[in-house]
């Protein structure tokens, strides 16, 4: 059952998955120290809900999965009646797609944010079929790292950075949340690689936090094998998407509409190392994701003229024909919502492949249950097509989507990155 936690600080309140109680994380609006537990009198019973089996009942579960893994990470497939029940299930209103359960103040707040959003001076994204203009997109000042935590059994130091600027809150990547692991000892200026990691599980029209500590399993392997790595939050976070408001929802949608998919929290993350790490290595930049976080590293190779080479892990590599269904639909009942087709188009990897900037490795389990492997083998061969450099690891992997990744995939995409030199 989740949990209500307000932070002592500032008074900002979180729900939170039960597996984090008596465990601590950092207040996203002060940085303050937050321990998990419960308010007793904010606590909600919510019905309950189905969980999806798993065809492997031993397989490990992250928490950041939980919000959209297997069956409830898109039902789409089903035509438009499992649209609407998504709309009911997910966003916890029965007339979602009538947009009925909206009050009068939810939508003078979505209002006024969708104002603000228009004040800020944003490029012009262009058409569904161009690339985003992400090179257009300011950069924030950038603070200096933090003294470092000490991560047990690892040699790996992790710096907790909060790239905050209040002048601008909703300036696209102006406050992002990083954590950088760090190989320990001296070294020397361009000396290590940078492996950039995005956190998993939305429902690629809304972005994610960098809480919990389970993303130390995509994380540390890179660290361990010489790398900086940095993990990094997306903008258009949603605390509890499977109960969020329309206006929350529509929120959320514009910031990561805004932040070209989350593609400029990546780039900022990219800035803020080479301006405050010097260890990395300016030519051996790495873009890695597994599932959502996927699809964003197949898009930023199509986009970062920097990159060394990327990694996707069971990525979606057709974003529009996923989700366009259900955009369709609800781009007629929601405002804010009439472009969404077309940021499905632009924010698909196939839209771009033409673009593509830098050597793909991508690994797909055969047996995955969430995004299936032919999608991946299409776009290989669409991209091999194209001229391009991609290699889909080859035998095919066994085990679901998570596992398949961390028990197989990262090994195989840590040999192919030494493979180019870019490991040692």
Same mark, same amino acid.
């Given at each position: 059952?989740?949990?209500?936690?307000?932070?002592?600080?500032?008074?900002?309140?979180?729900?939170?998955?039960?597996?984090?109680?008596?465990?601590?994380?950092?207040?996203? +609006?002060?940085?303050?120290?937050?321990?998990?537990?419960?308010?007793?009198?904010?606590?909600?019973?919510?019905?309950?809900? =189905?969980?999806?089996?798993?065809?492997?009942?031993?397989?490990?579960?992250?928490?950041?999965?939980?919000?959209?893994? +297997?069956?409830?990470?898109?039902?789409?497939?089903?035509?438009?009646?499992?649209?609407?029940?998504?709309?009911?299930?997910?966003?916890?209103?029965?007339?979602?797609?009538?947009?009925?359960?909206?009050?009068?103040?939810? &939508?003078?707040?979505?209002?006024?944010?969708?104002?603000?959003?228009?004040?800020?001076?944003?490029?012009?994204?262009?058409?569904?079929?161009?690339?985003?203009?992400?090179?257009?997109?300011?950069?924030?000042?950038?603070?200096?790292?933090?003294?470092?935590?000490?991560?047990?059994?690892?040699?790996?130091?992790?710096?907790?950075?909060?790239?905050?600027?209040?002048?601008?809150?909703?300036?696209?990547?102006?406050?992002?949340?990083?954590?950088?692991?760090?190989?320990?000892?001296?070294?020397?200026?361009?000396?290590?690689?940078?492996?950039?990691?995005?956190?998993?599980?939305?429902?690629?029209?809304?972005?994610?936090?960098?809480?919990?500590?389970?993303?130390?399993?995509?994380?540390?392997?890179?660290?361990?094998?010489?790398?900086?790595?940095?993990?990094?939050?997306?903008?258009?976070?949603?605390?509890?998407?499977?109960?969020?408001?329309?206006?929350?929802?529509?929120?959320?949608?514009?910031?990561? &509409?805004?932040?070209?998919?989350?593609?400029? +929290?990546? &780039? +900022?993350?990219?800035?803020?190392?080479?301006?405050?790490?010097?260890?990395?290595?300016?030519?051996?930049?790495?873009?890695?994701?597994?599932?959502?976080?996927?699809?964003?590293?197949?898009?930023?190779?199509? /986009?970062?003229?920097?990159?060394?080479? *990327?990694?996707?892990?069971?990525? *979606?590599?057709?974003?529009?024909? &996923?989700?366009?269904?259900?955009?369709?639909?609800?781009?007629?009942?929601?405002?804010?919502?009439?472009?969404?087709?077309?940021?499905?188009?632009?924010?698909?990897?196939?839209? /771009?492949?033409? /673009?593509?900037?830098?050597?793909?490795?991508?690994? /797909?389990?055969?047996?995955?249950?969430?995004?299936?492997?032919?999608?991946?083998?299409?776009?290989?061969?669409?991209?091999?097509?194209?001229?391009?450099?991609?290699?889909?690891?080859?035998?095919?992997?066994?085990?679901?989507?998570?596992?398949?990744?961390?028990?197989?995939?990262?090994? =195989?995409?840590?040999?192919?990155?030494?493979?180019?030199?870019?490991?040692?």
């Amino acid at each position: 059952m989740p949990i209500n936690v307000t932070c002592p600080n500032c008074f900002r309140e979180y729900r939170l998955k039960d597996e984090m109680l008596g465990k601590s994380f950092r207040c996203k +609006n002060c940085s303050a120290a937050v321990k998990a537990e419960p308010n007793d009198d904010l606590v909600e019973s919510p019905p309950p809900r =189905r969980e999806a089996k798993s065809r492997n009942p031993s397989a490990k579960k992250s928490r950041k999965r939980t919000k959209g893994n +297997n069956a409830t990470y898109w039902i789409l497939g089903g035509g438009v009646g499992a649209l609407l029940l998504l709309g009911m299930m997910c966003f916890g209103c029965a007339s979602f797609l009538a947009n009925l359960g909206m009050s009068p103040e939810e &939508r003078a707040e979505l209002e006024r944010t969708l104002a603000d959003q228009e004040e800020l001076d944003l490029p012009d994204q262009g058409g569904p079929s161009t690339p985003f203009p992400l090179s257009e997109y300011p950069a924030p000042e950038f603070p200096e790292l933090p003294l470092p935590e000490s991560l047990p059994e690892s040699d790996v130091k992790l710096y907790r950075v909060n790239i905050s600027n209040p002048g601008k809150p909703l300036q696209p990547g102006f406050n992002t949340e990083i954590n950088v692991y760090m190989p320990d000892g001296d070294h020397a200026p361009a000396s290590l690689p940078l492996v950039l990691v995005a956190p998993a599980g939305t429902r690629l029209i809304y972005g994610n936090s960098v809480d919990g500590s389970d993303y130390h399993e995509e994380t540390l392997p890179y660290a361990k094998e010489g790398a900086v790595v940095i993990h990094y939050s997306l903008d258009g976070y949603l605390a509890d998407p499977d109960n969020a408001r329309d206006s929350q929802f529509m929120a959320a949608y514009s910031s990561f &509409r805004s932040a070209c998919a989350g593609m400029v +929290n990546c &780039r +900022n993350a990219i800035e803020f190392a080479l301006q405050r790490i010097p260890a990395v290595d300016p030519n051996r930049i790495v873009v890695a994701g597994h599932s959502s976080a996927g699809t964003l590293a197949l898009l930023m190779s199509e /986009h970062e003229p920097r990159l060394a080479a *990327c990694i996707a892990y069971c990525p *979606c590599s057709d974003v529009e024909a &996923r989700v366009g269904p259900f955009a369709n639909e609800l781009k007629k009942s929601l405002k804010g919502c009439e472009d969404m087709p077309e940021f499905l188009t632009k924010s698909s990897p196939r839209t /771009h492949i033409n /673009h593509v900037q830098c050597p793909i490795f991508l690994f /797909h389990s055969s047996d995955d249950t969430n995004t299936p492997y032919a999608g991946s083998v299409e776009f290989t061969d669409m991209v091999k097509s194209a001229g391009k450099d991609i290699e889909l690891s080859q035998p095919p992997a066994f085990g679901d989507h998570y596992t398949g990744m961390i028990e197989e995939g990262i090994p =195989r995409g840590i040999r192919w990155l030494k493979s180019r030199k870019i490991l040692e």
